[in-house]
């Protein structure tokens, strides 16, 4: 293409997207994509320019510096590839992004003033944990098409069904009846018996009589404490009395790459999405063996479940999977002074059964994800992994084994997968405002909970501790391809806007029951150790 046109399309391309280039910068970048053929180009300045987008920028005006960058960023990503195909990401290594509602995007946290995570966080900290839930929650529910009021309304009666969301403050200026309002906030419990609604411009007394007599006006869903919720109702003499309860809309996680791009929010070495990779899409499906395998509550100071291991790994031994997921409690009884050798004794037994079979020992990976219980420092989540000095032993024998942190991510080709090793059916039956009515039904309840609200524990700080500079390893956003919930709770699968959930349940209590997951076609078998 000759240069003044070239030069002529890179300026107005980076004007749509409200950039400016330098005249030394414009100059490289002419040079550098002087060679590439028209059909490509405008996918490579795309490429480029939100290569450009996620540096930091003082200003709109982009230096030589900035592009020379991107331009590198680019052309490496297509070695990057083998790098990954399987990551195993732990919660404190997860990126951190905040939403700026001025620019209306994602902002990684060094183009922020907020200050690097700390385990020991300070008052801001606990402060815009739940602000940046709000704010999450608040971006994606004002993009759903019942909260977007048409641009231009052709008839009077084609904008009834739009809703529009209110802020505490709004309410709390009126002294006359406000009627048929919907609010986004928080349920909290300020006082005894007495619940509020919480958003960052105030708080209002809520009244739950009406909805609570009439089952129909609670949408589906478990409504905890500190979870966020779209109350509609009228407000009078400083109450808020409320007709119904809704969760915040989930959003697909295509919606949310269609607005913010190619945005790595998961983590792991790539510095864009994997969504995006066609050559990750191509090994994913031609990969037809890919095999997964979860178990919970892996006792292994019980002979019998290690009796069970073993004959899982001798039926595997023909065809290993690709990885097998542990997660604790590693120990059935996991208290007293030997507890630490113990559970040492146990990780070199399990490490003596999988040496037995060398095809699984040379071909599968094995992940170790702690529970509630194993040794380490408290309930307070994410947990660190297991202690280097209990599993340096079993590193030694078993080389293609990981130990990670509570919660963990996992990104296998394209696809993004969330493991969380906590009892949370139980904590959030027992923190309900009200319990839903149909029992039968609490795992989807529950799934639909937690994608919602964009969290793994929407649960008071009390009940479920959280660091709080680190509640963002948390986050359930923007919605995974799996979630495994490894919960004592009953083994179920469930789907929910294309996010698969599943719950492996209790290894030993559910009759040595597991879940195997098939990458390739995004299947999942329930599995179930029977016989000798």
Known sequence: MEPERLRRRLGSAFRLRGLLLRADALKYLTEALQSVGEAELDDIVENVIDAVEKQPLSSNMIEQSTVEAAVQECSQGSDETIENVFNIIGAFDIPRYI???????????????????????????????????????????????LFTPAAVVAHPDDNTSK?????????????????EVIVLGMITQLKEGKFFLEDPTGVVQLDLSKAISFFCDFHSGLYTESCFVLAEGWYEDDVFHVNAFGFPPIEPSATTRAFYGNINFFGGPSSASVKSSAKLKQLEEENEDAMFVFLSDVWLDQAEVLE?????????????????????????APYGKNQIQSLKDSLKALADIICEHPSIHKSSRFVFVPGPEDPGPGSILPRPPLAENITEEFRQLVPFSVFTTNPCRIQYCTQEIIIFREDLLNKMCRNCVRFPSSSMDIPNHFVKTVLSQGHLTPLPLYVSPVYWAYDYSLRVYPVPDMLVIADKYDPFTVTNTDCLCINPGSFPRSGFSFKVFYPSNKTVEDSKLQGL
């Open 99 to 145: 939403y700026n509602s001025e620019r209306k995007k994602f902002l990684p946290l060094s183009m922020t003033n907020f200050p690097v995570p700390s385990l020991l966080g300070t008052a801001r900290d606990k402060a815009e944990l739940f602000r940046e839930r709000y704010s999450l929650l608040q971006q994606r529910t004002h993009r759903h098409e």
């Open 163 to 179: 809703f529009q969301l209110k802020t505490i403050e709004t309410l709390l200026g009126n002294t006359a009846k406000v009627r």
């Open 308 to 332: 069970k291991l073993h004959m899982m790994f001798s039926g595997y031994s023909s065809a290993p999977p690709t990885c097998f997921f542990f997660c604790g409690n590693f120990s059935s």
